[in-house]
């Protein structure tokens, strides 16, 4: 037992040694060439830079710049990503709800403690807050929509396991339906945004491309890098915006599916085998 | 209108929280925070308040805020004192136990308070409560009395009184 301990203590030091040296000694393949830190520095030099006003995304979170605007297509197809899985677990529990049956259950006696409860109440409208907060500012600090959204499905989260499903599903009536328009509108959203630039730039009657934030050599309109003297950064506001709201909806929607008892989803499954 | 209010109040220390997170109060974060803060309170009121009047009673307020120094100021550091002379005793005088503690108050907000104070403070953790039989239990590293009453008189008294003038 004793001896077993030693040699887990042992095993933890000589793997941090031995990483350690197989690092000096470029044991884990070469270090990356020093040739590509120009590309981190000339994202660094041009994210919030008004003298290069081709180049500059008017955001000093060059992160976010990077995700929605230098690879801004690139997070498109990621958003989709996401939200296909979402539609493959709605395909597979397609049918299943609790949108009835609430009547006669004595909801207040699920869940947890009083004490639990109420500290969950105070909880909520704070964790809505801050998460909006992270996702209204990813253009500003670090985080950003999806960041903000996963932070923001917490409050949910947290009242089906401290309150149960029935109490979201019969109490706060966040059905699975509203989730789904919710999720719907945050993406048209995120499409809007996408196409914004381009539209503006048809019915003026000048370049545009898709995905355009600010203007460019060739399409010199552009979406407004500040509203009131308070940095927008143009289309990143909006994406954060609506990828909140997206992606709330989304993770809530998931949570609110795998958390319908068992029971519940065996009585729809069984009707299905039998036609019903 | 008593959503409404229930709103606002919630609204409020939303937006509070909003601006100090956020870490600025420039006019983006003001005017965000105004409409993050009404949707959220808007959203959260059945859930967060019952009685929104108390919140325009100013001296909960200043029994918050009395309440917040003393109990960090005072009854944290006894406790904290405390345990460390239990732990630092060669002896180690400790005499472990579950007691019942009776409370009075009725608010939800009121009870959460006691429980959280005695949990926070090292030594007393509560690890249960009795709505109906209006009880905490509560594990105490010094059982000195196991009496409800004279417990209550141990732990909770001063987390009890400032409770109620807070909440109830």
Same mark, same amino acid.
């Given at each position: 037992?004793?001896?077993?301990?030693?040699?887990?203590?042992?095993?933890?030091?000589?793997?941090?040694?031995?990483?350690?040296?197989?690092?000096?000694?470029?044991?884990?393949?070469?270090?990356?060439?020093?040739?590509?830190?120009? =590309?981190? =520095?000339?994202? !660094?030099?041009?994210? =919030?830079?008004?003298?290069?006003?081709?180049?500059?995304?008017?955001?000093?979170?060059?992160?976010?710049?990077?995700?929605?605007?230098?690879?801004? !297509?690139?997070?498109?197809?990621?958003?989709?990503?996401?939200?296909?899985?979402?539609?493959?677990?709605?395909?597979?529990?397609?049918?299943?709800?609790?949108?009835?049956?609430?009547?006669?259950?004595?909801?207040?006696?699920?869940?947890? #403690?009083?004490?639990?409860?109420?500290?969950?109440?105070?909880?909520?409208?704070?964790?809505?807050?801050?998460?909006? #907060?992270?996702?209204?500012?990813?253009?500003?600090?670090?985080?950003?929509?999806?960041?903000?959204?996963?932070?923001?499905? @917490?409050?949910?989260?947290?009242?089906?396991?401290?309150?149960?499903?029935?109490?979201?599903?019969?109490?706060?009536?966040?059905?699975?339906?509203?989730?789904?328009?919710?999720?719907?509108?945050?993406?048209?959203?995120?499409?809007?945004?996408?196409?914004?630039?381009?539209?503006? /730039?048809?019915?003026?009657? @000048?370049?545009?491309?898709?995905?355009?934030?600010?203007?460019?050599?060739?399409?010199?309109?552009?979406?407004?890098?500040?509203? /009131?003297?308070? !940095?927008?950064? /143009?289309?990143?506001?909006?994406?954060?915006?609506?990828?909140?709201?997206?992606?709330?909806?989304?993770?809530? !929607?998931?949570?609110?599916?795998?958390?319908?008892?068992? @029971?519940?989803?065996?009585?729809?499954?069984?009707?299905?085998?039998? /036609?019903? | 209108?008593?959503?409404?209010?229930?709103? %606002?109040?919630?609204?409020?220390?939303?937006?509070?929280?909003?601006?100090?997170?956020?870490?600025?109060?420039?006019?983006?974060?003001?005017?965000?925070?105004? %409409?993050?803060?009404?949707? $959220?309170?808007?959203?959260?009121?059945?859930?967060?308040?019952?009685?929104?009047?108390? *919140?325009?009673?100013?001296?909960?307020?200043?029994? %918050?805020?009395?309440?917040?120094?003393?109990?960090? &100021?005072?009854?944290?550091?006894?406790?904290?004192?405390?345990?460390?002379?239990?732990?630092?005793?060669?002896?180690?005088?400790?005499?472990?136990?579950?007691?019942?503690?009776?409370?009075?108050?009725?608010?939800?907000?009121?009870? %959460?308070?006691?429980?959280?104070?005695?949990?926070?403070?090292?030594? $007393?953790?509560?690890?249960?409560?009795?709505?109906?039989?209006?009880?905490?239990?509560?594990?105490?590293?010094?059982?000195?009395? $196991?009496?409800?009453?004279?417990?209550?008189?141990?732990?909770?008294?001063?987390?009890?009184? *400032?409770?109620?003038?807070? &909440?109830?």
């Amino acid at each position: 037992m004793r001896l077993g301990r030693y040699l887990q203590a042992f095993s933890l030091v000589a793997l941090a040694v031995l990483l350690a040296v197989a690092l000096t000694y470029k044991g884990l393949g070469d270090l990356p060439n020093p040739a590509v830190r120009d =590309l981190a =520095l000339w994202y !660094l030099y041009t994210t =919030l830079n008004p003298e290069v006003p081709n180049m500059t995304v008017m955001s000093p979170e060059a992160v976010t710049a990077i995700v929605w605007d230098y690879r801004g !297509l690139d997070t498109l197809f990621e958003t989709m990503v996401f939200f296909l899985a979402i539609v493959g677990a709605l395909a597979i529990m397609r049918g299943i709800t609790l949108n009835e049956g609430g009547e006669g259950l004595h909801i207040e006696r699920y869940g947890l #403690s009083l004490i639990t409860k109420t500290a969950t109440k105070l909880l909520v409208p704070l964790i809505i807050g801050v998460s909006a #907060s992270i996702a209204l500012h990813g253009h500003l600090t670090p985080g950003g929509g999806f960041q903000g959204g996963s932070a923001a499905a @917490v409050a949910p989260l947290l009242v089906l396991v401290i309150f149960s499903t029935y109490y979201v599903v019969f109490k706060l009536r966040l059905s699975e339906l509203s989730m789904i328009s919710l999720r719907t509108l945050g993406l048209m959203g995120i499409y809007m945004t996408s196409f914004a630039t381009l539209i503006l /730039g048809l019915v003026i009657g @000048v370049n545009a491309y898709i995905f355009q934030n600010m203007p460019k050599a060739n399409a010199f309109i552009g979406l407004p890098p500040a509203l /009131g003297g308070s !940095l927008i950064s /143009g289309t990143l506001f909006f994406f954060n915006l609506f990828e909140f709201f997206a992606v709330a909806a989304g993770f809530t !929607l998931v949570f609110i599916l795998l958390s319908i008892p068992e @029971v519940k989803a065996r009585e729809v499954l069984k009707g299905e085998e039998h /036609g019903h | 209108m008593e959503r409404l209010g229930k709103a %606002l109040g919630v609204g409020l220390v939303v937006f509070i929280v909003y601006v100090i997170f956020s870490g600025s109060a420039s006019p983006y974060d003001l005017i965000t925070g105004a %409409l993050v803060a009404g949707a $959220t309170g808007f959203l959260t009121a059945n859930l967060t308040v019952d009685k929104p009047i108390k *919140f325009l009673q100013l001296q909960r307020l200043a029994w %918050l805020l009395t309440y917040a120094v003393r109990y960090f &100021f005072i009854d944290e550091v006894k406790a904290h004192v405390d345990v460390m002379r239990r732990i630092l005793h060669p002896r180690m005088p400790i005499n472990p136990g579950i007691v019942k503690v009776p409370y009075e108050v009725q608010s939800d907000y009121a009870i %959460l308070t006691i429980a959280n104070s005695i949990t926070n403070t090292p030594g $007393t953790v509560v690890v249960d409560v009795d709505p109906e039989g209006k009880a905490l239990y509560v594990h105490w590293i010094d059982v000195k009395v $196991t009496e409800p009453d004279k417990v209550r008189e141990e732990v909770s008294k001063v987390f009890e009184k *400032f409770a109620r003038r807070i &909440f109830d």
